[in-house]
């Protein structure tokens, strides 16, 4: 099975499937089926999607699963220890809510 992201790229970009079929030359239900993981694309049409999003083929196809993205967010951002943070600083005219 290939997994892919298309779905999120698609809606990150606020394409319908209807306008990535005309985009890529395919009916808007086999950008369904992609996106479901029931179908797999040809190279040519993985080329095509990848093209449309500006994105290189392996970020939107794997042969393994994605990580979830929260993961992904996680790694990337290390949470700060509690003595990391800066300190928040009022001005003397400011008054709490």
């Known amino acids: 099975m ?3 992201r298309i779905a999120l790229y698609r809606v990150e970009r606020g394409l ?3 306008e990535l079929a005309v985009a890529v030359g ?4 086999t950008i369904g089926f992609l996106e479901r993981g029931s179908y797999s694309p040809s190279v040519e049409l993985a080329l ?8 290189p083929v392996d ?3 794997s042969l ?4 979830a993205l929260a ?8 949470q700060r220890s ?3 943070h800066d300190e928040l600083t009022l001005p003397a005219n400011a008054r709490p809510v």
């Not at 095509?48 to 994105?55: D, E, I, Y």
């Open 2 to 4: 290939i997994h892919n």
């Open 16 to 18: 319908s499937r209807k």
């Open 26 to 29: 395919v009916n808007p239900q």
């Open 48 to 55: 095509k999607l990848a093209a449309v999003f500006r994105v």
């Open 59 to 61: 970020s939107l196809f």
């Open 64 to 67: 393994t699963p994605f990580p």
């Open 71 to 78: 993961t992904q967010i996680t790694s990337d951002h290390p």
């Open 82 to 84: 509690e003595s990391d």
